[in-house]
């Protein structure tokens, strides 16, 4: 787990030596190229990029040529000089730079950085110059190439995009690279790119018969398969018992709603553009829900409420509608239906940091479960230029919250990173990014502070003094969607899910047909234990039928011959290839002991 006190990765030095490498290439193909048209090159999670427009499509051989300068470069211990210099200036060294020039004059005027992004107030413009090269560019950069090891260097791959990422803009040629510290790092990084191929989880999910996607009915509509509805069944129940230990209630809230209820909430106006276009009926216009919450305030202003009955928990796996765009939509992690481990907490400003802490140590207690050990808590703050447009417009309101926030984590020895401008519309969250066996970084869970909605929905109770006050609201998604999360520990545990959640438990596998009935009735004593077991009476060989076991990851296969038939026994088989003999009085009590406490190892 990663600590307040570590830095951004902005500002870490493996930031400015892929930022400083991003230079280098751009220098390495305007030498090959002379007349290129360059972009920008920023660095990015795991390297860097830069984009340029060129005569010709480069080639493999090309991507070849350029590392093998930009390491000569490297070399040169070349100082990173910066200069501020005016708008003309800028132009005058940039004026056959077309891109350059657009980026200067959104400078100039202050509108968007280099990087297309809203601007405060009009910035310094600055170049950077190294060897013979020079571009525009607020940094920051190593001091000197001979702070990057050109032997952790290594050009990845090229592909197009559309300047500013607008498709009525040139398509340019997009060069990815990535750069470490050291060679080891490289190689490790190199090695997590692989196991990410293996281990990806749009492959494992049409391998192992966990989901799929249909035409018919639409993208980012996931169905569900036997094995995977087996899946988020334990998943839920999982949640139950954890809320219901904490103290949830759990509710259910319709799939649609009309359209006063999210123009009330306050979702309509910002979230339009990912909500599902209306329906009319009799004249009034209803939306299929994008989020819980608005029902979930109904439920709780539906009668009078005093102190005495706060913290309210409300909770729900309710099924959620938003319309991502076709090219966001990826796998299981961005889909357009979701099923959502929902609660809000409505609770007295003086029990919120009890609550909001609460949240977190639920997060804790599943990450231990799932043997998540790499997270990091991420406070995300509103940002004054948002007020109005992004964020509800309450300058007052925003700070307090957020203090109050920061005075929970700090209060309770919670380490966490704050990042501006990321909030919710309606108040401070801490989002959890976890990170895959490989590396591969998730949102997976959220605990959100929301002082709009209260008062939107006129949520009130009555305090100690007999006074009306309104409540606080947490938002929170511990277990994030049945889709992410599902994708997440496909990737997380390779498809070789732990006992209790994986979504067949024991394949009993008769050596000849003479001991399929001793087969079916191994399959009839542990499905009545609840257990997920499945005899295969097929008529293929043992050893084909214990590869298919192997490939479904299964993580129980019964062999039972003659022998084990006779002797009330079977030869366990365990996934990862240890074997023993075992009575099967003895098996499922081996069983029911890793089901009972989830464990995560055979």
Known sequence: MLSKAQERYEDSHIFRVRHSCSHIMAQAVLELFPNA????????EDGFYYDF???????PEDLEHIEKRMKEIIKGNHDFIRQEVS???????????????????????????????????????????????????RGPHVANTREINPKAVKLMQVSGAYWRGDEHNPMLQRIYGTAWETPEELEQYLWRLEEA???????????????????????????????????????????????????????RTPHLAKEDLYLRSGHLPYYAESMYPPMELEGVRYYVKPMNCPMHHKIFASKPRSYRELPVRLAEYGTCYRYEKSGELFGLMRVRSMQMNDSHIYCSEEQFEQEFVGVIHLYLEYFRLFGIQDYLMRLSTHHPRGLGKKYVNNPELWRKTEDMVRKALDNNGIPYVEIADEAAFYGPKIDVQVKSAIGR??????????????????????????????????????????????????????????????????????????QNEYAKQLERRLRALEVRATADLDSDRMNAKIRKA??????????????????????????????????????????QEKISTRAADL
């Open 550 to 591: 192997q490939l479904l990851k299964i993580p129980y296969m019964l062999v039972v011959g003659e022998r084990e038939a006779q002797a009330g026994a079977v030869a366990l088989r365990k996934r990862d290839g240890t074997q023993q003999t075992l009575s099967v009085d003895e098996f499922v009590a081996l069983l």
């Open 37 to 44: 048209k360059y972009a920008i090159g920023p660095a990015i």
């Open 441 to 514: 970084e998730f949102t997976l869970a959220t605990n959100q502070v929301d002082f709009a909605q209260p008062e939107r929905f006129d949520l009130k109770f009555i305090n100690e003094k007999g006074e009306e006050e309104r409540p606080l609201i947490i938002h929170r998604a511990p277990l994030s969607t049945h889709e992410r999360l599902i994708g997440f520990l496909l990737e997380h545990y390779a498809g070789a899910f732990p006992v209790w959640l994986s979504p067949e438990q024991v394949r009993i596998i008769p050596i000849t047909d003479a």
């Open 197 to 251: 191929k293996k281990r990806d989880h749009r492959k494992l999910g049409k391998e192992l018969d966990i989901y799929l996607f249909d035409d018919e009915i639409g993208p980012g509509l996931p169905l569900w398969t036997p094995r995977g509805g087996a899946i988020i069944e334990e998943i839920e129940k999982l949640a139950k018992e954890m809320e219901f230990k904490y103290g949830y209630e759990r509710v």
């Open 87 to 137: 708008a003309e200036e800028a132009r005058q060294i940039f004026k056959d730079q077309p891109y350059k020039l657009e980026l200067i004059d959104g400078l100039e005027k202050g509108e968007v950085d280099e990087d297309g992004n809203p601007l405060e107030e009009k910035p310094v413009i600055s170049i950077y110059k190294h060897d013979k090269f020079v571009d525009l560019c």
């Open 53 to 59: 427009d060129l005569p010709r499509t480069l080639t």
